[in-house]
């Protein structure tokens, strides 16, 4: 919302030395945020001036028409100006900026030869000086308005202070000067004139303005209407409407239309104007029926919704109601009877219809955000009095005005409730008066107040919202900061330490963290080759979701994971590792409703017992997802591509900063490719798997092939108790290599484990180092090569200390696997 101080201050008295950072502070003071302000005055320096153009000479032979004009600019002689545009004529009065001025953005005014002639100056368009973004054509000013020679910063504009304001949703009634005064005047405490209570009202004969029906009292529960006849379609907006419309960014377009929308920055009313000689019949307010079209003013065609709401008249649908009107009706250039219309619609129904039409306006941005359903009247009466003093009409006896609207419900509210939400002192006396200033009728009963609300706020719902008001115009700044003290005894929970000691180990070896929406569609589930039936397809579904292309709540964090890693290849990133800890969504059939909770105070045990028992279980998960070289290639040689390996090792590396041994086991479980998948267990429950992915998968998400990734169920690991520190022994190491031949489908883990186990307590760690199979081994046979470690802590091995231990582990995997020794 952009606005200029000297429209506020008609409505609002204001120190005569308030300058742009006062009106800033002020508007801060009370909660309205300043996206931008500009003092126009500083815009544009140097001489400015208004010149009558006196003759105009077309310059033949050149590529676009150039004029070289004679304009009297109240010196003694005329100034001659090169200028290309073509909307001003001979005697028209224009904005001339003079050789020393200097235009917005650094553009000095020189006299220049140019096309032949000496060019004294600029004759300038409203883009060019800052005021509006109409570049179509010059400004030529209404005549008699002013005299050649006089100062043009007046007359444009160029001597006010704009502010742009962005307005939160649930102060709606601030998209207007009325609005924004209101509050000027709670923040400086000077005398508010409501521009509504100014307005002459219309004295009807009784009769109707033009027959209207709602047949939806719900979408629109008043609709007022005044019919101003034999306007002048020659009439011009006068300059200073022209001007206040610029600097709130609306160009003008007509007299009627501009009136409309001038009245809607004035008062918050969004007004439409109808051509009384194109309508046919009654108009009657109505939902939309299927399959019919408009073509609204923007020229598109559109296909309406049912839950659209409509006017329509003995042709059909004529507007899109509280967002746009239609061709078929629109005020044209020989208009000469006009009907005002001011409505009050359905905020959610005209936020709903903006958003399926994709057709933003400015009246709807109001409507949606709810608008004073008291003012449709004032805003009638307002704007037939302007057309008729501007554009020579006479303004009907009769008026329309259809009434249903509800009133607002009352608030109950104790008169300590204020205090009790800042811990400040606020006196019952404070409390009242703050309440009166923003137009709420209270009635008191001992410390109970019931407040009803004034029809321009439909945010003051709720006890909450009554006390909030109270410390915004007390003064948040009265609110002291005070942190609260931490009870001793209370860290971090035990699963939350984990969390991060997870993240921790996987960054350190080199995995980067990435934080991924939780969202998640059915073609991301079926790329991943997830089957029917599984648990990751019962996503929870949103309501509102932000892409109908995922609609759902994540039930494995690798579809998000995967997008980060095929985003960051496509940016020319070729070797990632990623990695995420997050929760995951698995609701156990539908979810109730959960039930509405007051804001007077916390909800008890029992309430936040209900609602926990509503929420789908939501376990935290770690995932890792690795693509290209997982070494490097260099001068120190190849490189190494990433494989099911690194993936099944990102896991161990997690479980065992979570304090966790993991097995792996042979597994085929989608996404994963069926040869190359683990299953990763704690005892005998499987959390999670790691491997590479399927090559079609891989081919469905646009990933490299043998891309690799790993998940666990965080909160399927058991957290363990206290951890006590080995002893380090300072005795050297004795190292073996053992080799055993056991079948092609024994599992490299479970014998490692069984060397483990056999080996006894002298074995400090068993690694596996080589796998290898060949005729020589026979078929079905490979051969599996381990590192065994044996270190004592009292003592220093022998040699036949360290073989015997040895034998014992390989005795071990002999008798489960029948391992035999290579080469033995």
Known sequence: MRVSLSWLREHVDLPADLDGDGLEKALVKVGLEVEELTDAAASVTGPLVVGRVENIEELTGLKKPIRFCLVDVGNEQPQGIICGARNFAEGD?????????????????????????????????????????????????????AKPGDEARPIVGLDDVVVEINITPDRGYCFSVRGIARELSHSLGGAYRDPVAAVVPLEGDGSEAYPIEVLDSVACDRFTAVAVRGVDPAAVTPQWIK?????????????????????????????????????????????????????????????????????????????????????????????????????????????????????????????????????????????????????????????????????????????????????????????????????????????????????????????????????????????????????????????????????????????????????????????????????????????????????????????????????????????????????????????????????????????????????????WHVATVIAGESDPAGWWGGGRAADWADAVESAKVAAAAAGVELTVRAAAEAPWHPGRCAALLVGDTVVGHAGELHPAVCADLDLPRRTVAMEIDLDALPIPGVWIAPRLSTFPTALIDVAVVVGADTAAAEVEAALAEGAGPLLESVRLFDVYAGAQLGEGRKSLAYKLTFRAPDRTLTGEEALAARDAAVAVAADRFGAVLRGA
């Open 243 to 619: 001007t206040r419309l610029a600097t709130a960014g609306i160009r003008s377009i007509s007299l009627p239309v501009d009136i409309t929308n001038y009245v809607m920055i004035e008062m918050g009313q969004p007004m439409h104007a109808w051509d009384l000689g194109r309508l046919t019949g009654a108009l009657v307010v109505r939902r939309a029926q299927a399959g019919e079209k408009l073509t609204t003013l923007d020229g598109v065609n559109r296909v309406l919704d049912p839950e659209d709401i409509v006017i329509a008249d003995g042709t059909g649908v004529v507007s899109l109601a509280a967002v746009m009107g239609g061709t078929t009706t629109e005020v044209s250039p020989g208009t000469v009877d006009v009907l005002f219309e001011a409505a009050h619609w359905d905020p959610r129904s005209v936020a709903r219809t903006i958003r399926r039409h994709k057709l933003p306006s400015e009246a709807g941005k109001r409507y949606e955000r709810g608008v004073d359903p008291q003012i449709t009247a004032a805003a009638c009466a307002r704007a037939a009095a302007l057309l008729a003093e501007h554009g020579g009409g006479t303004v009907s006896t009769g008026v329309t005005d259809v009434y249903a609207v509800v009133p607002p419900e009352p608030v109950t509210m104790t008169v300590q409730r204020p205090s009790q939400l800042a811990g400040v002192d606020y006196t019952p006396e404070r409390v009242l008066e703050i309440l009166a200033m923003i137009g709420t009728q209270v009635v008191a009963d001992g410390d109970l107040l019931t407040v009803t609300p004034p029809t321009w706020r439909h945010d003051l719902n709720d006890p909450a919202d009554l006390a909030e008001e109270v410390l915004r115009l007390d003064g948040y700044d009265r609110i002291p900061s005070v942190l609260p003290i931490a009870p001793p005894g209370r860290g971090l929970t035990a699963t939350q330490r984990r969390r991060r000691t997870v993240g921790r180990a996987l960054a350190d070896a080199g995995y980067v963290e990435s934080l991924c929406w939780p969202f998640v569609g059915e073609a991301a589930l079926d790329a991943m080759r997830i089957p029917a039936g599984d648990e990751r397809r019962n996503a929870l579904l949103l309501r509102n979701p932000l892409s109908d292309e995922e609609p759902g709540l994540r039930t494995t964090l690798l579809p998000p994971l995967l997008a980060a890693l095929r985003r960051n290849l496509g940016r020319g990133v070729r070797d990632v590792a990623l990695f995420e800890i997050g929760p995951v969504f698995l609701p156990e059939g539908p979810l109730a409703v959960f039930p509405a909770h007051g804001v007077d105070g916390p909800p008890s045990a029992e309430e936040f017992a209900a609602v926990e028992a509503l929420l789908p279980r939501q376990p």
């Open 93 to 145: 009065l224009v904005v001339v900026a003079l050789p020393g001025a200097e235009l917005p953005g650094g553009f000095k005014i020189a006299a220049r030869k140019t096309y032949g002639h000496v060019s004294n100056g600029m004759i300038c368009s409203g883009q060019e000086l800052g005021v509006s973004d109409d570049h179509d054509g010059i400004i030529v000013l209404p005549a008699d308005s």
